[in-house]
């Protein structure tokens, strides 16, 4: 009845225990290595692109253009700085894992109870457990009372379980979660009772160890983007740097000039290597990182974000993520009638008092089980303004929970002290048979019960007694004078109803996963809790139900084939492991799928990290959980992963168009660079000019790009397939063909301003002319894949307009001031030529743009990803 002291227990030495220490290190987990500052700056100097820069730099500034290696040089450097900043975000996971672990543990030693540092509990250890406390390490029952453990951070659910010591000891760890186990685990917390238990594991060899051994050994893959623009940057550096000698030795042969053709060549290579690419894709993702955080998400890699448009299977964890992870009383039943407490009423009808009242009773005044605060907060809701909260109520004794009988009841003594009020919670069928209730009632209640169960509800019974005492009661410090029952059927209960609990799901996350599904998004469920609850929750949530339910156990039985086959049409995962998690996450990639994986606790952590884009939540997430994610839900909303997806389209569309635009502008540079060469025509391009086009006007016309807000289908259509490309042949040949008809504008400008006798520098100055008007003209053909250049001028893009104006002053400034004329090889024209050639860039512009309205039916995205 009342708690008994354990029994005396020697413990480990202190001898012992420090050899102990020194053999097998301290209880921590170990931490991450961080890079060199060294290993991360090779990284991001050996990019192929960066190197032929800078070689394109320092060879200018030996040859003597001070003023073009100087420029180019600064812009490579601002790009190196960016990318060392990103790789010097070193992963911090294990770490956090390592804050998990208690500071403090109360163990027994030479028959001492001491309380040492954490990091000094070693195998043998008998650790001294009381309610609130964490646990310092992996462990086994000797004994306890009444003893339940919130194994939340391990399993992801927020019900504690019971524990029960066993007469014989087990020599390994079990896993964790299920009722009445020996087993306690570091990290997880006593939220109720107390008891000791003899340590077998410590550090790294812990549950949370293995799961930090885990996220080390997972691998972080670059997105697809990452790793075509690598490719596709060598390989124009490659061709570029062939072409830039053969340019340069054609030039020395021909004309005898060889100092002039080694600067030719290298401006030709300036002008083809894409360098403008990392830029770009910095930009973007950068960007869109800064606009979804606005959304309250956080990007922590950020080339996830561009992932996340092609992503076909979310996986979802259910406690915390879909539901709010915390307990709720959700129905109340009393006599014959069911109430629903989350149904917005004046006040609780009073019928329904007294079962929140003796619920209350038989609670901890200062509970830490889930269930016991939700009664609690229930109480305070509903009847504040009543006479059934008693305060000044005085706890005389308690009958802890058993096996043998699963209800605990709470003695009080009344305030006038005339008699003892008995309160009881417990199971239904042990409540009902404390009541002694006859058979027909006992049907009738257990029916009700199943019917709560059945819409995953966790159900209570509530009981009440009274006790005469022979003397007034004596409270809880002095039990041993107390004349109460030795055992609880003694008393004489009767049933008061029963108190019904859920942990309810997060508002918004119906239509969350309704927009995913209208996106071609799967969602699929992975949680630890028992199939009734995972499909009452799928069907709250709006899950498919249909393809069943696969557990952990038979997730084991299952080869990677047969798995394979059940993967591909369950959307419910439950009573799984941890490790089972990263399995499904990697069966999924292996199936060609692109997994985004939500999730919130220790458990979820290896997983997010495998996944392509791991989701952590922020505010109920733990550290380890965060640091392992590419993207934080900062306000845990679940909707918000719709805001992300949708960026993630948005970004990838917007890059095709960049993509498409940086072809565009480069055919007229490269054909402006080489033609004239070939055909002994004066040089157009020098290098101040490359630089002004690609290091000042196509990043700038990047940023509007960026800043075009997506398409009207772009929610509609499922994922972009996982092996499409903005590279694609369809971009690129439209990029090609526009370019071509601006290069074919200019040359022929070009030609007429030479062959009608003008200057060099006056035929370079209209045909530069015609190619920035051109280039700012295939912003606005480009900013749309569906519409027509009508209607994109009427989308909103109010960085498009400082872009133009801003090319058109410089370009103004370079013609008209004459420093700047100098400096860009530029001579004086009259106004009416100037105008000519303005002209005819508009008239090829416009020729391109009436092309795109007869064939804007044809212009759609590239083609999707099957579902499923």
């Not at 410590?202 to 051994?213: D, E, L, P, R």
């Not at 550096?237 to 340019?247: K, Q, T």
Request: charged share 20%; net charge negative.
């Amino acid at each position: 009845m009342t708690t008994p002291e354990l029994a005396p227990v020697k413990g480990l030495s202190s001898t012992v225990s420090s050899e102990q220490l020194l053999a097998i290190g301290p209880n921590e987990l170990p931490s991450a290595k961080p890079r060199k500052v060294w290993a991360i700056a090779w990284t991001v100097l050996s990019e192929p692109m960066l190197l032929l820069l800078i070689a394109c730099g320092s060879i200018y500034l030996v040859l003597g253009d001070v003023h073009e290696a100087l420029v180019l040089l600064a812009f490579v450097f601002v790009i190196i700085g960016i990318t060392f900043y990103q790789e010097h975000k070193t992963e911090r996971a294990l770490e956090a894992l390592r804050d998990l672990s208690s500071p403090r543990a109360l163990v027994i030693r030479d028959g001492l109870q001491v309380r040492i540092a954490g990091r000094e509990v070693v195998p043998g250890d008998i650790l001294v457990l009381a309610e609130g406390d964490r646990i310092a390490a992996d462990a086994i029952l000797l004994s306890c009372l009444n003893m339940t453990v919130d194994e939340s951070l391990l399993t992801g659910e927020s019900m504690a379980v019971n524990k029960t010591a066993q007469e014989d000891l087990p020599t390994s760890m079990g896993q964790a979660g299920g009722e009445d186990t020996p087993f306690v685990f570091s990290g997880s917390l006593v939220v109720q009772g107390k008891g000791m238990a003899q340590v077998l594991a410590t550090g790294s060899q812990t549950a949370i160890g293995k799961i930090g051994k885990a996220l080390s050994s997972v691998d972080i893959e670059p997105t697809r983007v990452q790793v075509e623009t690598r490719k596709m940057v060598k390989y124009v550096a490659l061709f570029s740097l062939g072409m830039a000698i053969l340019l340069a030795a054609w030039y020395g042969i021909t004309r005898q000039l060889w100092l002039d053709g080694v600067l030719i060549g290298l401006t030709f290579a300036m002008a083809l290597i894409p360098e403008e690419l990392p830029v770009v894709l910095t930009l973007f993702l950068g960007i869109g990182a800064w606009r979804i955080a606005k959304q309250l998400v956080l990007t922590r890699r950020i080339p996830a974000i561009e992932t996340l448009g092609a992503t076909t299977v979310l996986c979802t964890d259910k406690t915390g993520t879909l539901t709010q992870n915390k307990m709720e009383v959700v129905q109340l039943f009393s006599g014959k009638t069911v109430i629903d407490c989350q149904q917005p009423k004046s006040e609780l009808p009073e019928e329904f008092h007294e079962v929140l009242e003796y619920a209350i009773l038989a609670s901890h005044r200062k509970p830490f089980d889930p269930m016991e605060v939700a009664i609690q907060n229930a109480g305070t809701n509903m009847l504040g303004k009543t006479e059934h909260l008693h305060a000044g109520w005085g706890l005389v004794d308690e009958y802890p929970l058993s096996q043998e009988l699963l209800a605990m009841s709470r003695v009080w003594a009344s305030e006038d002290r005339e008699q003892y009020v008995i309160a009881t919670k417990g199971a239904p069928e042990a409540v009902a048979d404390l009541c002694h209730l006859p058979p027909d009632e006992v049907r009738a209640l257990l029916e009700q019960v199943n019917l709560m169960a059945a819409k995953g509800l966790r159900v209570l019974g509530v009981a009440k007694a009274k006790f005469k005492a022979a003397h007034a009661p004596i409270l809880i410090a002095n039990t041993e004078d107390a004349d109460l029952p030795d055992i609880q059927h003694d008393f004489d209960f009767q049933l008061v109803g029963l108190i019904a609990m859920a942990d309810p799901i997060r508002a918004g996350v119906p239509e969350a996963i309704n927009e995913c599904q209208t996106a071609g998004i799967r969602v699929v469920m992975i949680t630890g809790d028992y199939p009734a609850t995972a499909k009452n929750i799928a069907t709250q949530c709006g899950l498919p139900v249909t393809g069943g339910v696969i557990t952990g156990a038979e997730l084991n039985d299952m080869d990677e084939t047969q798995l394979q086959q059940r993967i591909a049409d369950v959307a419910i995962f439950c009573r799984v492991a941890p490790e089972q998690k990263l399995r499904l996450v990697n069966a999924l990639k292996a199936s060609g799928e692109v997994v985004a994986m939500t999730g919130d606790g220790v458990n979820d952590a290896p997983a997010l990290k495998a996944a392509n884009i791991g989701i952590a939540m922020g505010k109920r997430g733990t550290d380890v959980a965060r640091e392992s994610a590419a993207l934080v839900l900062l306000n845990d909303e679940f909707s918000s992963i719709v805001a992300a997806v949708k960026s993630g389209r948005r970004i990838f569309d917007n890059l095709r168009k960049t993509i498409c635009f940086l072809v565009a502008v480069h055919i007229p540079v490269i054909g402006m660079s080489v033609i004239p060469v070939m055909l002994g025509w004066p040089v157009m391009l020098m290098p101040v000019h490359i630089l002004f086009l690609q290091l000042i006007i196509d990043p700038t016309c990047s940023l509007v790009f960026e800043a075009e807000v997506e398409e009207k289908d772009v929610m509609r259509r499922p994922p972009r397939a996982t092996n499409a490309s903005i590279f694609s042949r369809k971009t690129l040949l439209k990029g090609l063909v526009q370019g071509s008809a601006l290069l074919l504008t200019i040359l022929a400008i070009y030609y007429l301003a030479l062959h009608q006798h003008m200057t060099t520098n006056q035929a370079r100055t209209l045909a530069f002319t015609a190619m920035v008007i051109g280039n700012i003209g295939l912003i606005f053909i480009n900013r749309s894949m569906s519409a027509n250049i009508l209607h994109a001028l009427r989308r909103p893009n109010p960085v498009l307009w400082w872009v133009v104006t801003g090319a058109a002053t410089v370009l103004a400034l370079a013609l008209f001031v004459p420093g700047l004329a100098s400096l860009f090889y530029f001579a004086e024209l009259p106004l009416a030529q100037l105008g000519f050639s303005l002209l005819a860039a508009l008239l090829c512009i416009t020729l391109m743009a009436a092309l795109r309205i007869f064939t804007s039916d044809k212009m759609k995205p590239e083609p999707a990803a099957l579902p499923g």
